[in-house]
């Protein structure tokens, strides 16, 4: 009986010692056989992190291609942007033969998958993105998932420079859940190319405008482990051209006229009337800044505004 136990645990260990799942074998070229192969081996084991054992480490390669700056709201202090993001990682041990089973990809529901927990740690807002049901799964056990995220962050914003600020809002992906020993988050791409990505199929082209991308992979040490993550550094700039036409254009245009004004007799009737309407017309504009110029929460204030 004995002999019998140890058998059975020999078993079922030796999968383990060569990886997550097996190898598949498809009977034929056939969407149903290779199914019928993946529901035998993989989907029973969606539960678990898929490497050979628990102290091995996950590496999980991402990029961010931001693709629209929809807006930023200095009240607030967030920006609404939406992106795509791409992770990648490899199931332990899944393979099959291309030939044999008919393809060299196929997409699988997520819900049939073990998915990495990879949340933006800025977030403000739910995501009301499409979502995007189905990942790639590759015959070498690489997995694909890219899916839009519509993103209201949280960002600090420095007005003082208004309208030809820049602002520098961060990104931060990472695992809520899982320490650094379970999953590694590294970038699939440099800078650059994310970069040169982002301004080829960014969609909007309002007042700001995309300057550049940069990448940090940290570690965060929180009391009961250490996280990775990456950090992605969104560097936008106002487009002045509006705000010099609407504000800074009217504005010297009436601190001339008002300069200009003491010129004239003080005893002169056309002077009051000449005062009058610059008052006016200062109260127009005023009227006109405060729909154009930014709010804030905090005591900082534009320089265009004093």
């Known amino acids: 009986m004995r002999e019998v136990k140890t058998a059975g645990l020999i078993f079922i260990c030796f999968p383990l010692l060569h990886g997550f799942v097996a190898a598949l074998n498809c009977t034929s070229p056939t969407p149903e056989s290779l199914f019928a192969g993946l529901e035998k081996e993989l989907f029973p084991t969606k539960l678990l992190r898929p490497v050979k054992s628990f102290s091995d480490t996950l590496n999980v390669t991402i990029s961010m291609t931001l693709v629209g700056i929809i807006g930023v709201n200095e009240k607030e202090q967030s ?83 208004f309208p030809f600020d820049r602002q520098n809002c961060t990104l931060t992906f990472g695992s809520y859940i899982h320490y650094a020993g379970d999953i590694t988050m590294l970038p699939s791409k440099t800078p650059e190319e994310d970069l040169e990505e982002s301004r080829e199929v960014i969609e909007t082209r309002g007042e700001w405008e995309l300057v ?95």
């Open 212 to 306: 550049d991308i940069e990448t940090a992979p940290i570690t965060l040490e929180i009391l009961d482990g250490t996280y990775s993550e990456i950090k992605y550094f969104v560097i936008l700039k106002h487009r002045p051209v509006l705000y010099v036409v609407n504000l800074l254009v009217p504005s010297c245009f009436l601190i001339t006229l008002d300069l200009f004004s003491f010129l004239l007799p003080p005893h002169s009737v056309d002077r009051g009337a000449f005062k009058m309407t610059l008052i006016l017309g200062y109260t127009v504009f005023l009227l006109i800044m405060n729909d154009l110029l930014p709010i804030t929460g905090e005591m900082t204030t534009p320089l265009i505004s004093e």
């Open 79 to 161: 920006l609404t942007t939406f992106i795509w993001q791409v992770l990648e990682w490899y199931i332990d041990g899944l393979s099959w033969d291309e030939k044999e089973c008919g393809t060299e990809r196929v997409s699988i529901p997520r819900k049939n998958l073990w998915v990495p927990d990879v949340q933006i740690s800025e977030f403000m807002d739910e995501d009301k993105s499409p979502k995007s049901p189905y990942v790639y799964l590759y015959n070498t056990g690489r997995v694909y998932d890219d899916r839009p995220i519509r993103v209201v962050s949280s960002c600090r914003l420095l007005i003082y420079t």
